[in-house]
């Protein structure tokens, strides 16, 4: 299955570690830069994330844990919020039932 955008054709889901598949994989465009990106993976994947974004850039610079209603009633939600000087990343478990969503998104830019 794939995405349609003009000319271009983009997987709907890929593999990433050859163990969990994204899903839902967005790019957003302001001003005609890549302004975020967007994706969602199986909650498994919630360890193997964190300790890349851990490694990478150092403990997160917000923690909220609050609860997200279902049908089955609220599960606990944990999102994990990085601040860098290039933008933030975001990790939201569960974002839908058995997924987590990541974002990364760039500072803004000053445009001249």
């Known amino acids: 299955m794939v995405d349609v955008y003009g000319r271009y054709r983009l997987p709907v889901t890929f593999p990433w570690r050859r163990q969990y598949q994204v899903d839902h994989l967005r790019f957003v465009f302001q001003h005609g830069r890549l302004s975020e990106i967007r994706a969602l993976l199986p909650d498994d994947a919630f360890d193997a994330l964190m ?6 850039y150092g403990p997160p610079s917000k923690t909220v844990r609050d609860f997200v209603p279902t049908e089955i009633g609220k599960l606990p939600r944990l999102t994990q919020t990085w601040t ?18 990541v974002r990364l998104s760039a500072a803004a830019q000053s445009r001249s």
Request: charged share 15%; no cysteine; proline share 12%.
């Open 51 to 56: 300790a890349n974004f851990k490694q990478s």
């Open 84 to 101: 860098l000087p290039q933008g933030h990343i975001e990790l939201i478990d569960p974002a839908t039932p058995g997924k987590l969503s």
